[in-house]
């Protein structure tokens, strides 16, 4: 069983960086490949997609509200996956999600959280204005 455990959610005041990091824990028979990608839900909104990237680390994609502020990166050495956020909002003010999908390419990318096999419990970011 692969489990994406999160961390480094924190508050921070608008204009702030932070820094949140995911391990991909489990047994080494288990470690296939996975895409992985970050989520996050807002209290009354639905959970979207925020940041994603290929096994490979080939490819990555972001939501266009994160465009410019935030950077996804991964090391498959350490099954680690980092997010980078920058000149942050308000509105990023979140819990923000982990997972892990199962893929058979190493290039691909999911935005959709239907294509994603496994979640963390995930990590609260606030922002203050």
């Known amino acids: 069983q692969v489990q994406p455990v999160e961390s480094g959610g924190s508050s921070v005041q608008a204009g702030g960086s932070l820094r949140l990091s995911c391990v991909l824990s489990g047994s080494t028979r288990d470690r296939g490949a996975y895409a992985m990608g970050w989520f996050r839900q807002a209290p009354g909104k639905d959970r979207e997609f925020v940041a994603c990237v290929s096994w490979s680390s080939e490819n990555s994609d972001y939501a266009d509200s994160v465009k410019g502020r935030f950077t996804i990166s991964r090391d498959r050495a350490k099954n680690t996956m980092d997010l980078q956020m920058s000149s942050m909002k308000p509105e990023d003010t979140a819990v923000y999600y982990c997972?892990?999908?199962?893929?058979?390419?190493?290039?691909?990318?999911?935005?959709?959280?239907?294509?994603?096999?496994?979640w963390g419990q995930g990590t609260q970011v606030t922002v203050s204005s």
């Open positions: 997972a892990a999908a199962a893929t058979l390419s190493g290039s691909r990318v999911y935005s959709s959280p239907t294509s994603y096999n496994y």
